[in-house]
């Protein structure tokens, strides 16, 4: 029956007319699609209905359209023409001090002047108060055009919000203006040599003082823009061990280290901060990447951030906010990649239809071979699939912040069993896609002279930031599917079985509807499995694939998006509408199959494995590697 459907779309893909399949739009500055994200914010996650709530009251979908316009303004002006510049022209260490391109200090100075650091931030804090709906709109906007670049701002947002929501008054008057403004940069420090995903075993010290601060002493690794000439000071958020605390995750204390702190004078001297190295690496070249050496004349000062022991909860809110700022960033950077593929496919000429036997007659543009056409279709369905599951975790933000009792649990538990996939399947689907963007240009596709190789090289880093892929699995199934007796994972399977029904009502989806309830079914099954492996033979047997679970539940979960856009879509080509929006509908109801016949059999065989519970890896020796 699969196979069938697969063949039978291998034959639609192969004589579909492309300009109803890819749409005739012209992108924004070649690396996003204007009328894919209204279609999303507007018609699928209906953004403008968060207005009816006090919170959001003082919007409205022209002031969401101005933001909008901006960012795209922005990202196209500032952003995208240094994409290619930041990437070859990459921070240097010079006797200690970090040089970036000189366009960071502009890109800060106007984030921070134009309320982009502040999107989300409350009114009473000088903020826009934005839903997060349209602030990550437009952060995809601005990762999409360089990545690099939209990684200063967003570091600092996330670093100045950890000090809003756990840091004193005084914290908050010392830092977070500075950092709103974008003179001072923000940032996470976590990781150490010896302990990278295992924060427990952190050893960076805090020692107490009768002056209100620590003195800090240790060193981390792997900082974005840990150190650098484009702003004023660098803040960093850093865990760290006060001396006596508790062994393990209980004894981590969150600090805020500045580079530079304040004098009596006020003006900023040394921290006893040192950047002792920078990382050269494969791509994401824009942003430094360092290692902090930290108190070596043993005066480097950090200021608690709310109460001690309890860092890594504080951290967590950062981290799990960039959990869904790299799947953003993943996405973007997919987008990108397919806009350049696409106009690629579209001008390159090359061999003629397989039933054209004439020589003579004129190559053909690569877009009308089919295989072209399915690499095509692999890197939107993807990229266009992943973006909408992002935008349904920015709404649950959104709710959970504004609904209270029964309301606000669900949309937190929807949002924290989410996370670990919105995260890692763009991250690791960015990979292959790219990857898939190159393969379309083929040998230009491999040199500098086309982007599609520095989306590649940049793409890699998404399945590292903020926890590999393996650390998310464990996170998904070994703490998400399991809390609170499966209620999280329940309330996710309502609603995609909410989105079954009203597909069911469209003559269109029924097939892809009942599609989706079987891999639901599966999905469930698979989950009751493992649950009976974790019971049976413990967590080292339960967890053993969990990677290959997640994958799974991502699948699934893109599945259940493209159901989404499909009841959109559905509706609009119900009424008459113009012929640009027919194109666009038919293109989405033509990805939509393409996903649902070639993405959604892969489950079939990640459920085969994942039902043996042989052990094979746990149980693989080690000497046996040779």
């Known amino acids: 029956m699969i196979l069938n459907c697969v063949r039978l779309f291998f034959l639609i893909v192969c004589t579909i007319d492309q300009q109803a399949l890819f749409g005739e739009e012209t992108v924004a500055a070649r690396f996003i699609s204007e009328r894919n994200l209204k279609f999303l914010l507007y018609e699928v996650f209906d953004a403008e209905s968060l207005t009816r709530f006090e919170y959001f009251r003082e919007h409205n979908k022209k002031s969401f359209d101005m933001v909008l316009k901006a960012a795209q303004k922005l990202a196209k002006d500032l952003l995208y023409p240094i994409f290619t510049e930041m990437d070859r022209k990459s921070p240097e260490l010079d006797k200690g001090d970090v040089r970036v391109h000189p366009s960071v200090r502009k890109i800060m100075k106007e984030f921070g002047e134009g309320g982009w650091i502040t999107s989300k931030v409350p009114f009473e804090h000088d903020g826009e108060q934005l839903p997060s709906l349209i602030a990550d709109a437009c952060d995809f906007i601005f990762l999409a055009a360089n990545y690099s670049a939209g990684v200063y701002p967003g570091l600092t947002t996330g670093a100045a919000h950890l000090i809003e929501s756990f840091g004193d008054q005084d914290l908050f008057d010392a830092y977070v203006p500075h950092m709103h403004a974008g003179r001072w940069q923000g940032t996470m420090a976590l990781t150490e040599a010896e302990a990278g995903s295992s924060l427990s075993d952190i050893t960076t010290e805090a020692e107490s003082t009768e002056q209100g601060y620590y003195r800090i002493k240790g060193q981390k690794i792997f900082i974005s823009a840990g150190d650098h000439d484009g702003v004023e000071n660098i803040v960093h958020l850093l865990l760290a061990k006060i001396k006596g605390a508790p062994p393990g995750v209980k004894g981590i204390s969150l600090f805020v280290v500045p580079k530079r702190r304040m004098n009596a004078d006020g ?360």
């Open 267 to 626: 003006s900023l001297i040394s921290n006893d901060v040192n950047t002792s190295g920078l990382y050269h690496k494969l791509g994401y070249r824009g942003c430094p990447i360092v290692q902090l050496s930290l108190g070596d004349g043993n005066d480097c000062r950090g200021w608690l951030v709310g109460e001690p022991h309890n860092g890594l909860r504080y951290m967590f809110q950062m981290m799990n906010e960039f959990r869904i700022g790299v799947g953003l960033g993943a996405t973007g950077m997919a987008t990108a990649a397919y806009y350049a593929s696409l106009d690629y496919a579209r001008t390159r000429c090359q061999g003629r239809r397989l039933s054209q036997k004439d020589p003579t007659l004129p190559p053909v543009p690569i877009i009308e071979h089919s295989d072209i056409k399915r690499m095509l279709l692999f890197q939107r369905a993807v990229s266009e699939g992943s973006l909408s599951l992002l935008m349904q975790c920015s709404r649950y933000v959104d709710l959970q912040k504004i609904l209270e009792g029964e309301e606000k649990e669900k949309y937190h538990l929807l949002l924290d069993i989410l996370t670990p996939v919105a995260k890692s399947y763009p991250s690791e689907m960015a990979v292959l896609s790219t990857s898939t963007g190159v393969q379309i240009l083929g040998g230009s596709g491999y040199c500098e002279d086309y982007p599609l190789e520095q989306y590649f090289r940049d793409a890699r880093i998404h399945p590292i930031h903020e926890g590999t892929t393996g650390i998310q699995g464990l996170d998904l199934l070994g703490r998400k599917v399991t809390m609170q007796d499966g209620k999280a994972f329940f309330i996710y399977t309502e609603e995609v079985k909410q989105t079954i029904c009203d597909a069911e009502e469209y003559p269109d989806l029924k097939v892809y509807a009942a599609k989706l309830c079987d891999t639901l079914d599966r999905l469930r099954a698979v989950t009751e499995s493992l649950l009976a492996v974790a019971r049976e033979k413990g967590p080292e047997y339960f967890l053993a694939d969990a990677t290959l679970y997640l994958e799974f539940f991502g699948i699934v979960a893109i599945g259940w998006q493209w159901l989404l856009q499909g009841i959109a879509a559905q509706k609009a080509l119900q009424d008459k509408c113009p012929e640009a929006d027919r194109i666009f509908f038919s293109g989405k109801m033509a990805t939509l199959k393409y996903f649902f016949g070639y993405e959604i059999p892969k489950t079939l065989g990640l459920a085969d494995r994942l039902l043996n519970n042989d052990g094979l890896t746990l149980e693989m020796e080690s000497d046996y590697f040779n």
